[in-house]
């Protein structure tokens, strides 16, 4: 048959077209919809970035409160490199105080450091036999104190000495020393 | 493939074309399977027509191309020009007399039927049953005659006695054919028994539109596959493009949101950190305001008082504890205020109390 070589020839070309078709064409169609695919995740991406960086004046205004409340707090600590020197300031502190006022301190310890994740608490006990008033005053000036020192603990017990009616306490003071990593980070 | 001819009988009885299909559909194995190098089909009388005339011309050649023009124009059905046709020319004293052998409408009709069952290039012989039968047992004639065949392919008609072909045509002859023409012929075959199979037609008719639609189908696969090319590889191209484009982007906003990213991871650890210290700064006892609390009430002596673990517990004496404790309830820093020991009155009057209460921060 003289058309035989027509078909096989038709044939032929169909079966290259698909082989083609597979190996060629569909590569790339196959590439085309994982780049789209990609593009649609680099867009979705773009946008979330371009949100992000509208954000940052936000997030500076943000940071600059932040960074003022700190130092503020900052302020009110004691300065030290480490919370050992800390502990060693609070009680300079309130020996100076407590002498200026004329109370008598029967004995005094330092206490352990209480680590948390930011700052490390430091306590100072003063063990004191004193009067109400001056009691009272010691917590007006606690209270007035630029430094941040609080009262964890407080044991009062009246006593009688020499006819006068006095207090005998054990206060705990604590302040407390903010880890160096964040002292650098607020620098 | 074994090459053979087909040798058919076309007699009047067979000439019919309207069954010519129905029978063509049942064309034994031999044929369907095969390939056909020539074709050879008989025809009988009752198909070849008969016309004379004379001429008055001297010249041969003058009177050739008269009687060809003399004939078409005496040809008796005007409803077709015959294609097959010849002209015997025979001197007389006043110039020629011619008779012209044709086919049959209908015989014509056949042969453009085997034409479109594709054996149209090949060679086709017909030759008129009468003038083998006026041959016969003269084989040599035979060869002149069908040399003449192939050299002109055209019939040469010359009628004499008639006769069934089948009666006529014996083995021998048969087999004379066979060696002059250099053939095999397939001898039980008349119109009767030429059944074509219907796939073997469909066959011929598909390579037929093959034949017709060659060039398209190639140019049309071909430019399909340019057309898949170019398609695919432009949208490829076009979104690696935009692939780059937007991964540059990325790349460029991904400078500028580092240090936005930065900030934010600051600013969290700031807020976190100053939130934990400002709940620190909250989570004491506010001792002053207690005590200013604790004078506002009458007939109240202390005897002790601890705080620890946020925790509070008073030692004294009163008039009425249970007064003192409405006091405490008051205070927002306290949670329930409760006498924990046995009252007890001394020689006073006054009321021995033990009263505990929890630490709320932050009030």
Redesign the interface.
């Known amino acids: 048959?003289?058309?035989?070589w027509?078909?096989y020839?038709?044939i032929g070309?169909?079966v290259l077209?698909l082989f083609?078709?597979k190996k060629?064409?569909l590569n790339?169609?196959n590439?085309?919809s994982f780049?789209?695919t990609?593009?649609k995740r680099?867009?979705k991406?773009?946008a979330k970035?371009?949100e992000?960086?509208k954000?940052?004046p936000k997030?500076?205004s943000?940071?600059a409160i932040?960074?003022k409340?700190?130092k503020n707090?900052k302020n009110r600590l004691f300065k030290a490199h480490n919370p050992n020197e800390v502990l060693e300031n609070l009680q300079k502190y309130l020996f100076d105080y407590f002498q200026k006022q004329d109370i008598n301190i029967n004995n005094y310890r330092q206490l352990r450091l209480i680590e948390?994740?930011?700052?490390y608490?430091c306590r100072f006990e003063i063990n004191s036999i004193i009067d109400f008033n001056k009691l009272?005053n010691v917590?007006?000036f606690l209270?007035n104190s630029n430094y941040?020192i609080?009262?964890?603990?407080?044991?009062?017990?009246?006593t009688r000495r020499r006819k006068e009616s006095l207090l005998r306490t054990r206060i705990v003071f604590e302040t407390?020393y903010?880890k160096e990593d964040?002292n650098e980070?607020?620098n | 493939m074994k090459n053979f001819s087909l040798l058919i009988f076309l007699d009047n009885e067979n000439i019919k074309i309207d069954n010519i299909d129905t029978k063509i559909d049942e064309l034994p194995e031999k044929i369907k399977e095969s390939?056909l190098k020539k074709l050879i089909i008989l025809i009988s009388d009752w198909n070849i027509y008969k016309l004379e005339f004379d001429l008055k011309l001297k010249k041969l050649s003058e009177a050739k191309k008269a009687a060809e023009n003399h004939f078409l124009y005496l040809n008796p059905d005007s409803s077709y020009n015959p294609k097959f046709f010849n002209i015997a020319l025979k001197k007389t004293d006043d110039g020629y007399h011619a008779t012209a052998f044709y086919l049959s409408k209908e015989a014509e009709e056949f042969i453009d039927i085997i034409h479109n069952l594709?054996f149209k290039?090949k060679i086709i012989h017909i030759l008129p049953i009468f003038e083998i039968y006026k041959n016969i047992n003269k084989t040599y004639r035979i060869k002149d005659y069908i040399t003449t065949i192939k050299d002109n392919n055209v019939i040469t008609f010359n009628i004499k006695d008639i006769d069934s072909f089948k009666n006529i045509l014996s083995d021998d002859d048969l087999k004379n054919i066979e060696k002059e023409m250099n053939i095999e012929l397939i001898k039980d075959l008349n119109i009767k028994n030429l059944n074509f199979e219907k796939d073997f037609l469909k066959k011929n008719k598909s390579?037929?539109l093959?034949?017709k639609l060659?060039y398209p189908?190639?140019i049309g696969?071909?430019i399909?596959?340019l057309a898949?090319?170019s398609y695919?590889?432009y949208?490829?191209v076009k979104?690696?493009k935009?692939?780059k484009y937007?991964?540059k982007?990325?790349v460029n906003?991904?400078k500028?949101?580092d240090?936005?990213?930065k900030?934010?991871d600051?600013?969290k650890?700031?807020?976190?950190?100053?939130n934990?210290?400002n709940i620190?700064?909250k989570?004491?006892?506010p001792?002053?305001n207690f005590?200013k609390e604790l004078s506002k009430v009458e007939h109240l002596?202390?005897?002790?008082?601890?705080?620890?673990?946020d925790t509070l517990k008073i030692y004294g004496k009163t008039d009425s504890a249970l007064k003192l404790l409405e006091v405490l309830k008051k205070l927002k820093y306290l949670k329930d205020p409760k006498i924990v020991s046995n009252i007890s009155r001394d020689s006073q009057g006054n009321e021995r109390f033990q009263i505990e209460a929890k630490i709320v921060y932050g009030k």
């Not at chain 1, 948390?116 to 700052?119: E, Q």
């Not at chain 1, 609080?150 to 009246?158: A, G, V």
């Not at chain 2, 202390?302 to 620890?308: A, D, E, M, V």
């Open positions: 048959m003289e058309n035989k027509k078909f020839t038709i070309l169909i077209s083609l078709y060629v064409y790339y169609f590439n085309v780049l789209k990609k593009i680099y867009k991406l773009n970035l371009e992000k960086i954000t940052y997030i500076k943000q940071l932040e960074e409340k700190l707090i948390s994740k930011f700052f608490r009272v917590f007006e209270d941040l609080k009262i964890p603990e407080i044991y009062i017990y009246y407390i903010i964040f980070t607020k | 390939s594709g290039n390579f037929e093959i034949n060659f189908i190639i696969i071909i399909i596959n898949f090319f695919s590889k949208e490829n979104f690696k935009i692939y937007i991964k982007i990325n906003l991904s500028k949101v240090p936005v990213i900030a934010e600051t600013l650890k700031l807020a976190e950190l100053n934990s210290i620190y700064s989570q004491f006892f001792f002053l005590l002596f202390i005897n002790s008082l601890y705080i620890k673990n």
